[in-house]
């Protein structure tokens, strides 16, 4: 079985850390569907679940053209008051007749694409996350999981409880990732995490067992710290090569402490099952090590701070 998904994050834009009633009231997107809140070990409210009909190519290394309908499921979440995800994905799989069905079975099926013809998930997968060998870009009639994942996010960051002035810039990061479930007994659980170009990262992972929800959860969990590593190494990395006067440099190091260093918490969210992999996963990338160096380069930089300015007080 293959799942394809899409994890866009974000810095929530508002003056101030979002309470979780408040974000209750932003992520309250589907009438009549409960927004679920946790506060333990970190605050995280998510949306209800909603679904995008699709009917397009899927995508392919090899160009060759095979059409998928089905449906989308999304949701949107917001962390630590502070951080916005927009999550989607779906599932492929063969289907059991060559025609299109009414759009009412695709809807009682949520969250699973059939592929009208055979397919080749190794070339799906190349063609999702790389967009194939020689091809600088996928066609604009294939999947595009990265479009309702923006819209999603776009649509919760132009909400009117929203002030729009949040206190540091941070672009946004965009992961697209792929699940391969191998039931092999000899397989083991494996993924690839690779930084692309700009704001882009893919993940590619193997299981030898189905565990959907498990591995999706993993995935949002990995683009959340990647983005609190990319904007804070960003802003260190900004102020380490830069003359800033002294004013500036205490004031943007103190927005990252104030905003952001409490928010770190890899694995907070990822199940038991996922939780070998997931440690991998930030060995892999170095996430952990990055962090570390960052906050304690801040914590030197601010004592310093402090220190010369109790000195010109003397």
């Not at 009231?25 to 409960?34: H, I, P």
């Not at 949701?75 to 951080?83: A, D, E």
């Not at 009414?102 to 190794?122: H, T």
Request: aromatic residues 4%; contains cysteine.
């Amino acid at each position: 079985m293959l799942t394809l998904g899409a994890v866009h994050t974000g810095l929530v834009q508002h003056s101030g850390a979002l309470p979780v009633g408040r974000a209750a009231e932003l992520l309250d997107l589907v009438e009549g569907a409960a927004v679920v809140s946790v506060r333990r070990p970190m605050a995280c409210t998510t949306s209800p679940e909603m679904l995008t009909g699709v009917d397009c190519d899927a995508p392919s290394s090899t160009g060759r053209r095979v059409r998928v309908v089905g449906t989308i499921i999304g949701r949107v979440s917001v962390t630590g008051g502070r951080i916005a995800q927009s999550s989607v994905d779906t599932r492929l799989q063969r289907a059991a007749i060559s025609t299109r069905l009414p759009w009412q079975i695709y809807l009682g099926r949520p969250g699973q694409l059939d592929a009208i013809g055979k397919v080749s998930a190794p070339a799906v997968v190349d063609g999702y996350l790389r967009g194939g060998a020689g091809r600088s870009e996928v066609p604009h009639t294939s999947l595009d999981l990265d479009a309702v994942a923006m819209q999603l996010l776009d649509r919760v960051q132009r909400g009117d409880l929203l002030d729009r002035r949040p206190p540091l810039r941070a672009p946004r990061t965009t992961l697209r990732w792929s699940i391969m479930v191998d039931d092999r007994s000899s397989v083991d659980d494996r993924a690839s995490f690779t930084v692309g170009a700009g704001q882009a990262r893919t993940l590619e992972v193997t299981l030898g067992r189905h565990d959907p929800t498990a591995a999706r959860l993993l995935c949002e969990d990995l683009a959340l710290h990647d983005w609190l590593v990319t904007t804070v190494s960003s802003v260190v990395d900004d102020l380490a090569a830069t003359s800033w006067p002294p004013p500036v440099r205490v004031h943007r190091l103190n927005l990252l402490v104030e905003h952001l260093t409490r928010l770190w918490m890899p694995g907070a969210r990822v199940p038991g099952s996922m939780s070998a992999l997931a440690q991998e996963l930030d060995r892999q990338a170095g996430l952990t090590r990055q962090w570390t160096a960052c906050v304690q380069w801040i914590r030197d930089q601010l004592a310093a701070a402090t220190a010369v300015q109790s000195l010109t007080k003397m």
